[in-house]
C-alpha cells in the first residue's frame, strides 16, 4: 500500500513538473537586460547635436535648456559690469596624461595644483580638452579651434576657461602632447614626460567673457561657468592638421542666448 502510494506521489509530482516546464517553454520569459552604457553619440548623422536630446532622457536639456553653450559672443552686446573681479589663475608646470575618449584629445590632470579663483570661490582643474573648428563665436565668426580648461569646486559645480586658436606660430607648450597625440580611443592614458606650462599656454591679454552656461557635449547639464579668452593663441598650420586627422570636426554649434547676458570686469 505505502508503495502504490509513493508511486502515485512521484507521478504527480511529474505531471506538476512537466506542467510547470510546458508553461515555461511557451512563454520563454527572460529577466529584463540592463544596459550600463550611456548612448552613443557623435557630430554627425542621427546622433549628432540636432538629435542629441532625443538619445537618452538624460540628455534632455541638449534640447529643452534655456542656458545652452556655445554661443556667438556678441563683442557690442558684452556688458562691463563693476560687480564682478577678475578671476585669478593659479597654473604651474604640471604633469598630464592625454587620452582619446572617442570624441576629443584629453589632458588629464591629477596634481590637484592647478586652480581658478571665479567669485572668491576655488576650481580645481580636472582636464583639457579640444575642439575643431572652435565651438565660440566671437561676432558671428569661428576660429580654427578652441580648448577647454575644465574645473570643479568643492561642490562639484564647474567653471571652464575656454581659449581660442588661430593658425600661427607652432606651440612649443603643446609639442609633445601633440606628438603623441593617439590616433584611436585609448584603453589607458599616455604619459607626458615634460611638464605642461598652462598658463604659459594662455595668451597674454587675458579679457574674459562670463556668461551662465552648459556643458557642449551631452549630457549638456547647465549651471556651468563660462569664461572665455578674448585673445587666441596660435598653433602652427601642421598642429592644427595632425589633431584634425584624427577629428575633423567635433563642435556643437552655437546656441540661442535667450535671456542671457555676457559680461566682463569693468576696465577692460
Known amino acids: 500500500m505505502k508503495t502504490k502510494k509513493y508511486f502515485n506521489g512521484l507521478l504527480a509530482v511529474g505531471i506538476v513538473l512537466s506542467m510547470v516546464g510546458c508553461a515555461s517553454g511557451q512563454k520563454e520569459e527572460k529577466a529584463p537586460e540592463t544596459h550600463s552604457e550611456a548612448p552613443h553619440w557623435s557630430y554627425e548623422g542621427d546622433t549628432g547635436p540636432e538629435f542629441w536630446g532625443s538619445l537618452d532622457p538624460a540628455f534632455s536639456a541638449c534640447s529643452n535648456g534655456t542656458e545652452q553653450s556655445p554661443i556667438d559672443i556678441e563683442l557690442a552686446n558684452v556688458k562691463l559690469d563693476k560687480t564682478i573681479e577678475d578671476i585669478k589663475i593659479n597654473y604651474k608646470p604640471t604633469s598630464f596624461t592625454i587620452m582619446n575618449n572617442g570624441h576629443t584629445i584629453q589632458a588629464n590632470d591629477a596634481s590637484g595644483s592647478n586652480s581658478i579663483i571665479v567669485d572668491n570661490d576655488e576650481y580645481k582643474l580636472v582636464q583639457m580638452h579640444f575642439h575643431k573648428p572652435s565651438e565660440h563665436q566671437i561676432n558671428g565668426q569661428n576660429f580654427e579651434m578652441e580648448g577647454h580648461l575644465v574645473h570643479k569646486n568643492s561642490a562639484g559645480k564647474l567653471a571652464v576657461l575656454g581659449f581660442l586658436i588661430n593658425v ?101
Request: proline fraction near 9%.
Open 168 to 268: 600661427g606660430n607652432e606651440n612649443e607648450v603643446l609639442a609633445e602632447m601633440w606628438s603623441k597625440l593617439p590616433p584611436e580611443e585609448t584603453e589607458a592614458d599616455i604619459h607626458l614626460e615634460k611638464s605642461v606650462d598652462l598658463f604659459n599656454l594662455l595668451p597674454q591679454e587675458k579679457k574674459i567673457f562670463r556668461y551662465s552656461g552648459s556643458l557642449t557635449t551631452p549630457s549638456c547639464s547647465e549651471e556651468v561657468q563660462w569664461l572665455v579668452l578674448e585673445q587666441p593663441i596660435e598653433l602652427s598650420k601642421q598642429q592644427i592638421e595632425a589633431f584634425a586627422s584624427i577629428f575633423p570636426h567635433n563642435n556643437r554649434p552655437v546656441q540661442p542666448l535667450n535671456e542671457r547676458q555676457v559680461s566682463t570686469p569693468d576696465g577692460h
